[in-house]
């Protein structure tokens, strides 16, 4: 599996934070009903933007050479300002922040927009905090774990990922209910009761079917987040199977089907 260079990864992270940011754009302007002029909703879209997108995601996940990615992000900045496309503001700090190094205990990284990955230890003591310090919006805690978890603050809305074989895990399943809560709730964070294995290849799975990333490109986007993310060989083989049910070819992907 061949291994993007950190300007690659940026670029790949970039395009994660504008798709995220103008699909939520877009699912935000569908707000008709049947008090409407019209009585639908209706789905505000920017073909120019999306063109260059489009453009943009080919050289990243083609790892194009570095001058031909920054004159593409340059254009996309050019477009944003012409359509007047407030994006960047909602994902800033995702773009900015970022690690290379060895995370430890306490981390807790933005693996896309939306969506935390930490530690138990982090977690908890993140919710030992909330006592004191109530967090300033609703999240999601989603427990990747392989025995019964114990429960968390009733206020959280949580979702166990109960995972009985690796081999057999069934990620479609998973994005699935990620998807779902996420549309309800857009803050999650992604935690293993044991380790970061499991977590991590969850992190992987979402990222491909959400963003439409090949494995490699999603497990460079994660590693950017967390270095110390490493699927197991079977969660490895099991994510290779499901890239194979997904079935993406960058080169003719819609990057911007119906919501």
């Given at each position: 599996?061949?291994?993007?260079?950190a300007?690659?990864?940026?670029?790949?992270?970039?395009?994660?934070?504008?798709?995220?940011?103008?699909?939520?754009?877009?699912?935000?302007?569908?707000?008709g009903?049947d008090?409407?002029?019209?009585?639908?909703?209706?789905d505000?879209?920017?073909?120019?933007?999306?063109?260059?997108?489009?453009?943009?995601?080919?050289?990243?996940?083609?790892?194009a050479?570095?001058?031909?990615?920054?004159?593409?992000?340059?254009d996309?900045?050019?477009?944003?300002?012409?359509?007047?496309?407030?994006?960047?503001?909602?994902?800033?700090?995702?773009?900015?922040?970022?690690?290379?190094?060895?995370?430890?205990?306490t981390d807790?990284?933005?693996?896309?927009?939306?969506?935390?990955?930490?530690?138990?230890?982090?977690?908890?003591?993140?919710?030992?905090?909330?006592?004191?310090?109530p967090p300033k919006?609703?999240?999601?805690?989603?427990?990747?774990t392989?025995?019964?978890?114990?429960?968390?603050?009733?206020?959280?809305?949580?979702?166990?990922?109960?995972?009985?074989?690796?081999?057999?895990?069934?990620?479609?399943?998973?994005?699935?209910?990620?998807?779902?809560?996420?549309?309800?709730?857009?803050?999650?964070?992604?935690?293993?009761?044991?380790?970061?294995?499991?977590s991590?290849?969850?992190?992987?799975?979402?990222?491909?079917?959400?963003?439409?990333?090949?494995?490699d490109a999603?497990?460079?986007?994660?590693?950017?987040a967390?270095?110390?993310?490493?699927?197991?060989?079977?969660?490895?083989?099991?994510l290779?199977?499901?890239?194979?049910?997904?079935?993406?070819?960058?080169?003719s992907?819609?990057?911007?089907?119906?919501?």
């Amino acid at each position: 599996m061949e291994s993007y260079t950190a300007i690659q990864t940026r670029a790949l992270r970039y395009f994660v934070a504008l798709h995220a940011a103008y699909m939520q754009k877009r699912g935000m302007s569908l707000g008709g009903d049947d008090a409407s002029p019209h009585g639908a909703p209706f789905d505000l879209r920017c073909p120019s933007f999306e063109l260059h997108l489009e453009n943009f995601y080919l050289l990243a996940v083609h790892k194009a050479a570095d001058e031909v990615v920054a004159d593409a992000e340059r254009d996309l900045h050019e477009v944003m300002a012409e359509e007047k496309l407030s994006l960047l503001p909602s994902v800033r700090s995702f773009i900015t922040r970022e690690r290379f190094d060895v995370a430890v205990h306490t981390d807790k990284q933005q693996v896309v927009p939306g969506m935390w990955l930490t530690s138990a230890l982090s977690l908890h003591a993140m919710l030992e905090l909330d006592e004191t310090s109530p967090p300033k919006f609703r999240r999601t805690l989603v427990c990747c774990t392989k025995r019964e978890p114990a429960p968390l603050l009733e206020s959280d809305g949580t979702i166990d990922l109960m995972v009985d074989d690796e081999h057999t895990i069934d990620f479609a399943l998973i994005v699935k209910r990620l998807r779902e809560r996420k549309a309800v709730c857009p803050y999650m964070i992604v935690y293993c009761d044991s380790g970061i294995s499991l977590s991590g290849a969850v992190c992987i799975a979402y990222i491909m079917a959400t963003h439409f990333l090949p494995l490699d490109a999603a497990m460079a986007v994660v590693r950017a987040a967390r270095r110390l993310v490493e699927p197991s060989d079977v969660l490895l083989s099991s994510l290779q199977v499901y890239a194979s049910k997904l079935k993406l070819d960058v080169d003719s992907v819609d990057l911007f089907g119906p919501l």
